[in-house]
Every structure is written in structure tokens, then in C-alpha cells.
């Protein structure tokens, strides 16, 4: 059981928060700088999620992990920080990104860690309690830098299963400037056996769709798909599975220019060593908004399964579940943000996505939200609008184009008086959908059959929300509320 002695509703205190833009929707800690969603897993009948944390001030600086969990993807607890920097211990620099797998009934942190003096991250075990509320550490390390010269820099280790096997690889780059992941056997949680250079940009469908100096947060996940190729023909039967990746810049400080991207392709075992091959046939872009960054997913169901996979569920087909980290801003694209002063006064800084269901269908793939936050839906503001329609700072609006013929552009603006800022503005086809969430200064967009666009923005004083729609299109609308 989960401790709730020591645990909180992570959302019921958002509701009274002092900073109009802080998210009521999006459970994290009332004050502190959040980053990466790192240990998502189900295990023991509740979704854990961890994230990259610091809650001493809004900046990125001695990062610890936060920790909330939920049984039903809506009601949400917070919990005390579970790992934390140990001095002396190959996580003194900061408990980066990793993931929690349940080894053999013991839930386990598998994370980078950084020493103190610097250097390369290694990957650092901690041991968890049955409810993951706990933690040991014993600054266990399970893998250190490869011992390859091409290999210049290694981060955020992911684990997963496939033929019966468990494996992880690392995110990494090379001396040569090229992005590559590393793979190892991980028979052992204790000693990672590594296997070298996996995959890297020099692969001509990486190079085009996941572009990168460094493979930031690898994921790999078999996702649900109705077959159909990017070609429109039928595949040959081998599950889809679905990498991804944050493409890290050199220069980036936390603006990702690149952003994420994926790849789609299949996993096969390799005639000759036994280990497992990916061959990536398409990809792209996997969140559309300048805000989505560091993405984790957590595999669910009776298949091959990650690191994180649940002990006590099982589905007909895997599925993988993923959140994002959308960052405060300096503003983008017309939108206003918010400077390092400001941001320092509210004290706080980050918030992670709505969980979002992967699948691939006509060979792309399609994010959608979980359809859990249905509960959030409150009073129905509006039925059919059309044209211009105000939304609260709390609300979630679903579009549907009409039959007239050609395109329209609906757009989600901030107004006051004849001035607006432009937060979002894209085409709506006939046939299509959005839906759309707003909570405070976080915007998701989600279009059917694709994937979602996230922003932030924050509303100034006397601003109002305003969705503007085409000719022919019309909008559901409804008030955010926290269910009892």
C-alpha cells in the first residue's frame, strides 16, 4: 500500500495556488524546478511516475527525483523525494535520468549518475520499497562509460524486453559527431553486459527524421498498429515497434531546437549473435510545440515489455503510455513568456504532460491523451459554437470540421481588447478533430490521427482565451474540474 501518512493530493493544492499560470490538471509539486519524467512504471496497482527535481528553487540545479503515483490516472498523490544526490557517491552531481523496472518482485532504479569531480554519467542501482515510497542507496553501479574512444558522452539508461530477454541501452554521442545508442544484456540489474554501438544518425532513415549530435532519453516500445505501411501496403506480420528520441544541440540550454522524434521499425533477432536488431522504416516529428521535451513511456500489457512494465495487469496487446516536460518559455513563435526573474518570484518552473497513448496507423503515429482525464470534463460551457468562443483558463474544447470544402486555420488566442498574442493556429480539414486542453499556461492540442502539439503561455492581466474557429467548424465545450 501506498503511504499516504506521508503522501499528499498533489492536485487538490493546485486549486489554491498563488500563481495564476500554475496548472490545476498536471500534478507536481507546488513549488520547485521540474524537468524529465523519469521511473514511470505500474506496479502493485499504481501508476508511478518520477521526474527530475529541485525543490530548494525554479532553476536546474542539484536534481533530485519527485515523485507522484495514482491508481486511475486521475487522482493523484505526492510523495516525499525518493533519490536524492549522496555526497561521496557516483550520484553527487545530480540523480539524472533513468527508469524503475521490478526486478524479481523488487522495484528498481536504474539511473545516471554524475560524481562530483565531474566526468562521464554511469548507470547507478537503487532498491525501492514494495509501495516505492523508500529508497536505498548504496551507490551500486551497474555500467560505467564504455571503454571506446569513439564514444564521447553516454546518459539515460532504458530498459527492455524482448524474446524473453531483458536489455537496456543508453543515449549517446560519438567522436565523429554522429547521435548512436548502446546496447547491453542486463541478465544481472547488478552488471550490465555491454554490446556496443547499436544504432546511430548514420543510418539514412535516423539521419532524416531523428537528426541529433546526442540521443537524449532512447525509448523503444511495441505500440499497437493497424498494419498499413507509410505506402498504404500491408506489412508482413512483425510487431511495430516505435524508438524515440530527444535531439539534443549543443547549445540547447533547455531550448531543443530539434526537439523529439521517432522512429518506426521492427525488432528482429540477430541469426548470428542472438541479440536483437532495429530496423527503423519511417519516422518523424513526435510532439508538434516548441515546449515538449524528454519525453518517457512506460509499455503496458502482456507482451514484450520495458524496464517499467506492471506486475499485476495484463492486456490482449501492449501499449505504451507516455508523458512529456514542457518547460517555461522565453517566448516563441508570438508568444509571451517568462524571464528567469519572473520565474525566480513564482518559484516554480515545469510541468509534465497529460499521459498519452501511442499507437501507428498508415504508418504514422498517433498520439492521443488517456481517455482517464475524461474525468476532469466539469460543466458544458458550450454545445456547437461556432466562430468565436471564450474559454475559461480551465478548459477543454473539442473542434470538429465541417463539410464545407477547403481548409480553415482554427486558432487559440489571448486577447484583450483589440491586442491578442497567437498561441496556437493550425489547418482543419474536413473530417478532422481537435481537442484541445488548457489549464493555466499549459496548451495541448491533439489531432486525430496524429500527434499533439504542447505550448506553453501565460495569460496577462486582463487577458481572456479565445478560440477562433473556420467557417463550418464547431466546438464542444467544457470546464475543468477535479473530480471527487
Not at 1 to 13: E, K, Y
Not at 107 to 132: C, E, F, K, M, N
Not at 167 to 191: C, P
Not at 230 to 249: E, H, I, K, N, Q
Request: hydrophobic fraction near 40%; proline fraction near 8%; aromatic fraction near 8%.
Amino acid at each position: 500500500m501506498t503511504d499516504l501518512i506521508s503522501s499528499a493530493p498533489a492536485l487538490a493544492a493546485a486549486a489554491t495556488h498563488p500563481d495564476p499560470a500554475f496548472p490545476r490538471f498536471h500534478p507536481r509539486p507546488a513549488q520547485g524546478w521540474i524537468n524529465d519524467p523519469n521511473g514511470i512504471s505500474y506496479i502493485n496497482g499504481r501508476y508511478h511516475v518520477f521526474f527530475q527535481f529541485n525543490p530548494e528553487s525554479a532553476r536546474h540545479h542539484r536534481i533530485q527525483w519527485g515523485h507522484v503515483s495514482s491508481p486511475d490516472l486521475v487522482h493523484w498523490d505526492e510523495h516525499p523525494v525518493a533519490l536524492r544526490p549522496q555526497d561521496g557517491g557516483p550520484d553527487e552531481f545530480g540523480c539524472w535520468t533513468g527508469v524503475v523496472t521490478d526486478d524479481g518482485g523488487v522495484p528498481t532504479a536504474a539511473y545516471s549518475g554524475v560524481r562530483g569531480d565531474g566526468g562521464h554519467s554511469q548507470v547507478v542501482i537503487s532498491r525501492g520499497s514494495a509501495d516505492l515510497v523508500t529508497w536505498e542507496q548504496g551507490g551500486h553501479i551497474a555500467a560505467s562509460m564504455p571503454d571506446d574512444g569513439l564514444v564521447t558522452a553516454v546518459r539515460d539508461p532504458f530498459i527492455f524486453h524482448f524474446n524473453g530477454k531483458r536489455y537496456a541501452m543508453q543515449g549517446a554521442g560519438l567522436a565523429n559527431g554522429h547521435a548512436a545508442l548502446l546496447l547491453y544484456t542486463v541478465e544481472d540489474m547488478s552488471d550490465w553486459t555491454y554490446h556496443g554501438i547499436w544504432l546511430t544518425t548514420e543510418n539514412p532513415v535516423a539521419a532524416t527524421y531523428t537528426p541529433a549530435e546526442i540521443w537524449e532519453c532512447p525509448q523503444l516500445v511495441q505500440v499497437p498498429s493497424d498494419g498499413v505501411g507509410p505506402d498504404g501496403v500491408l506489412s508482413d506480420g512483425a510487431d511495430t515497434w516505435v524508438m524515440m528520441f530527444s535531439l539534443w544541440l549543443s547549445g540547447d540550454d533547455h531550448e531543443h531546437a530539434n526537439g523529439v522524434g521517432h522512429l518506426i521499425g521492427s525488432l528482429v533477432e540477430d541469426p548470428s549473435t542472438g541479440l536483437p536488431v532495429f530496423v527503423p522504416r519511417s519516422g518523424g516529428r513526435s510532439d508538434l510545440g516548441r515546449d515538449f521535451y524528454a519525453p518517457q513511456i512506460v509499455q503496458l500489457g502482456s507482451g514484450s515489455s520495458s524496464g517499467s512494465r506492471s506486475t499485476s495487469v495484463a492486456t490482449p496487446e501492449p501499449r505504451a503510455l507516455l508523458w512529456g516536460w514542457a518547460n517555461e518559455g522565453p517566448g516563441r513563435d508570438g508568444r509571451r513568456g517568462r524571464s528567469q526573474d519572473e520565474i525566480d518570484a513564482a518559484g516554480w518552473a515545469g510541468v509534465l504532460t497529460h499521459p498519452r497513448f501511442l499507437s501507428v496507423e498508415d504508418g504514422a503515429l498517433v498520439v492521443a491523451p488517456a481517455p482517464e482525464v475524461d474525468a476532469y470534463r466539469g460543466p458544458v460551457l458550450a454545445a456547437g459554437a461556432s466562430g468565436a468562443v471564450d474559454l475559461p483558463p480551465f478548459a477543454e474544447a473539442v473542434v470538429t470540421a465541417g463539410t464545407v470544402a477547403g481548409a480553415g486555420e482554427v486558432r487559440l488566442v489571448l486577447a484583450a481588447g483589440a491586442e491578442q498574442q497567437v498561441v496556437f493556429a493550425g489547418p482543419l480539414s474536413e473530417g478532422e478533430e481537435l481537442r484541445i486542453f488548457v489549464d493555466a499556461s499549459l496548451v495541448e492540442v491533439y489531432r486525430k490521427g496524429s500527434v499533439a502539439t504542447t505550448l506553453r503561455a501565460y495569460p496577462a492581466l486582463g487577458e481572456e482565451w479565445i478560440l477562433e474557429l473556420p467557417e463550418g467548424a464547431e466546438a464542444d465545450v467544457w470546464e475543468l474540474k477535479l473530480p471527487e
